[in-house]
Each structure stands twice: as structure tokens, then as C-alpha cells.
């Protein structure tokens, strides 16, 4: 399974950006999946998550801002970031749970490969 993140870019402050996340491959199932995000110097950090089901959790400092969502057909999750403030400049990293055939009982961890967020003041 590999995951594919994109979206990000330059913005503005008070900007919007839409990151995507896909997951491909074959025989396996997404579990929850996951944005985390980097900034240089700093530890990575946990930004939103969504399970198969559709349950969300957000990190205090973009509740209110950042909306994430899934597409279960298509692998996906998106990541909706309004509101952009400087210091969401970071590298930012899916990771995905994921059941995959034939040991479909454990879960494995995957991440992506990031894509930059830069928002100037």
C-alpha cells in the first residue's frame, strides 16, 4: 500500500489550502487515516483524523479552522484548512491504519511522503 499526499503550496494568511491524501494498492482496507504535521525544528505533530466510520478528532490549535474528511470508495482523505496562520507552515504528512489481505487481523501504519504548507505573512 502506498499513500500519496498533495495539495499543499504558498498561501496567505487567512488563506485556504485543501490537502488530499490517496491510498493505493491492492487487497486492503482503511481503517483511519490520519494528518500529522512538521515544522522545521519541531517534533511532528498530530493535526486531525477521521475513521472508516466517519469520527473526527482535531488538535486543539486548529479546531474551528481545519476540516477533515474521507472518501471510503476512493482511499482518500482530505484535510480543508481555512483561516491559514504562519505558524501552520509545516510539512504535512499523512498516515493511514490499514488492514491488508492476507493478515487482514493486524493493522499496519503507513505514511506519506508530505507535502509543504507555507503561509506568509
Known amino acids: 500500500v502506498q499513500l500519496q499526499a498533495s495539495g499543499g503550496g504558498l498561501v496567505q494568511t487567512g488563506g485556504s489550502l485543501t490537502l488530499s491524501c490517496a491510498a493505493s494498492g491492492r487487497n486492503f482496507r482503511v481503517e483511519s487515516m490520519f494528518w500529522y504535521r512538521q515544522a522545521p525544528g519541531k517534533q511532528r505533530d498530530f493535526v486531525a483524523s477521521?475513521?472508516?466510520?466517519?469520527?473526527?478528532n482535531y488538535a486543539d490549535s486548529v479546531k474551528g479552522r481545519f476540516t477533515v474528511s474521507g472518501d471510503n470508495a476512493k482511499n482518500t482523505v482530505y484535510l480543508q484548512m481555512n483561516s491559514l496562520k504562519p505558524e501552520d507552515s509545516a510539512v504535512y504528512y499523512c498516515n493511514a491504519q490499514i488492514r491488508e489481505a492476507p493478515r487482514i487481523r493486524e493493522v499496519k501504519q503507513f505514511w506519506g511522503q508530505g507535502t509543504q504548507v507555507t503561509v506568509s505573512s
Open positions: 477521521i475513521t472508516r466510520e466517519g469520527s473526527t
